[in-house]
């Protein structure tokens, strides 16, 4: 199992970033995907999930301002992140929970400044 995350970068506040995770090794289709953040000093904690079936659930903090997505042809999982605020700055990992075991990206650094 593998997870290649990619899209962090510098932006200032009230802007946008897209996070792509490459996923290969299992069978993504029947997989639940989540990204999950970490900011310094801080634990590591879980920004959004989707199911298989579509079905998504988000942390209260990102409510209304990301979105998580998937394409089972490309296996690859998506975070839309909008509205970016000072706070959102982490390291953001994509994971999965397969075969009795977590996996995750190797994380990608967001930070929002001016």
């Known amino acids: 199992v593998q997870l290649q995350a990619s899209g962090g970068g510098l932006v200032q506040p009230g802007g946008s970033l897209r996070l792509s995770c490459a996923a290969f090794g299992f069978a993504f289709s029947i997989a639940t995907m989540a990204w999950y953040r970490q900011a310094p000093g801080k634990q590591r904690d879980v920004v959004a999930s989707i199911l298989s079936s579509g079905i998504t659930n988000y942390a209260n903090p990102v409510k209304g301002r990301f979105t998580i997505s998937r394409d089972n042809s490309r296996s690859t999982v998506y975070l839309q992140m909008n509205s970016l605020k000072p706070e959102d700055t982490a390291v953001y990992y994509c994971?999965?929970?397969?075969?009795?075991?977590?996996?995750w990206g190797q994380g990608t650094q967001v930070t929002v400044s001016s």
């Open positions: 994971h999965v929970f397969w075969d009795s075991r977590d996996y």
